[in-house]
Nanobody, 122 residues
Framework: QVHLVESGGGSVQAGGSLRLSCAASGDTDCLSAMGWYRQAPGKGRELVAGITTGGSTYYSDSAKGRFTISRDDFTNTVDVQMNNLKPEDTAVYYC????????????????WGQGTQVTVSL
């Protein structure tokens, strides 16, 4: 079992920055990747940025050039630095940990945090 705790959300004006942090605990050795998703009101959940255990990264088109994901394997944290924030970035941001083949329940639901609100105003 893996437990995820997010922090760092808040309210900023457009053009500002926020850094979200996700602390993972438990059986983290079996994870294959971690990522940050977001869900805006009335919209589906979308992957914004992800990072594998090997360090490969993924960014959505909307995040490229503005967001940077990083991981610290010593502290088991995955952060996303968000710069030049726009009102359309307003959403609840969720940390997710993807199960690897050695994880119990591999192929079933991944692990999710409780979410943290990001609000960007003009």
């Amino acid at each position: 079992q893996v437990h995820l705790v997010e922090s760092g959300g808040g309210s900023v004006q457009a053009g500002g920055s926020l850094r979200l942090s996700c602390a993972a605990s438990g059986d983290t050795d079996c994870l294959s990747a971690m990522g940050w998703y977001r869900q805006a009101p009335g919209k589906g959940r979308e992957l914004v940025a992800g990072i594998t255990t090997g360090g490969s990264t993924y960014y959505s088109d909307s995040a490229k050039g503005r967001f940077t994901i990083s991981r610290d394997d010593f502290t088991n944290t995955v952060d996303v630095q968000m710069n030049n924030l726009k009102p359309e970035d307003t959403a609840v941001y969720y940390c997710s940990a993807m199960k690897g083949p050695r994880c119990p329940g591999y192929g079933e639901d991944d692990y999710w945090g409780q979410g943290t609100q990001v609000t960007v105003s003009l």
